[in-house]
């Protein structure tokens, strides 16, 4: 075998395993697993420590700092139109509007996924969690500590998506939930409203147990 050719391979094996390395290393400085740092469902570590169910309410919620994620939009689409599993809202103003983190939080995930496109999570207090998706261009990265109000990403039409608009997702221990239930869609608040969350298996089970 040519001994150049070797040399490039070895070399390059050797960068590519430093850059493995390199990225575990990122992660866990980070405080999150490889799977947190990969996919846009993950279970939040510890959530139902010493209990097996908790509730989250929205005045806990907007104590923490609260924006409206994408102001002046409109609702295009809704959790699961026309009986479809679609797990978030569609909201829309215009390509390249500013998107904005609806609470304080850390952003746990910052990438290219799937149908998704770009696609931001921000882990918010209580095991909550909030997606945006379809950007033309995310703005944080993963680790990056958000304020409520703070622009991530720029309004796109990256991945499964056929117009300009954020795909919004809620979700409690990586389990979808209905955005309507804590989002006044229309007026663009948040809704009076106590959340029970149980623990089942990996994810939880969650219904609205109160309405002020
Ligand atoms: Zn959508």
């Avoid at 590519?16 to 939040?44: D, K, N, R």
């Avoid at 952003?107 to 095991?127: A, D, E, K, Q």
């Avoid at 809704?191 to 029970?196: A, I």
């Amino acid at each position: 075998m040519n001994y150049k050719i070797l040399r490039s391979q070895l070399v390059t094996g050797i960068v590519c395993m430093l850059c493995l390395l390199f990225q575990v290393t990122e992660s866990s400085a980070q405080g999150f697993s490889e799977s947190e740092v990969s996919y846009v469902s993950a279970s939040t570590p510890g959530l139902f420590e010493g209990r097996s169910k908790f509730n989250i309410c929205s005045d806990d919620l907007l104590k923490l700092g609260f924006c409206f994620p994408l102001p002046g939009c409109n609702l295009i689409s809704d959790w699961h139109r026309d009986n479809t599993d679609h797990s978030g809202v569609d909201i829309k103003t215009f390509a390249n509007d500013t998107v904005r983190s609806a609470f304080n939080g850390v952003v746990r995930l910052s990438r290219n996924y799937g149908g998704y496109g770009n696609v931001i999570v921000v882990r918010h207090p209580f095991g909550m969690e909030t997606v945006y998706s379809h950007n033309s261009k995310n703005l944080v990265e993963c680790g990056d500590t958000v304020r409520a109000g703070q622009p991530i990403a720029l309004e796109g039409r990256t991945g499964r998506a056929t117009t300009e608009h954020v795909h919004f997702e809620t979700r409690i221990n990586g389990v979808a939930i209905n955005p309507n239930w804590l989002f006044d869609i229309e007026n663009h608040t948040l809704q009076p409203v106590c959340l029970e969350v149980k623990k089942t298996g990996d994810g939880a089970s969650v219904q609205i147990i109160s309405k002020k």
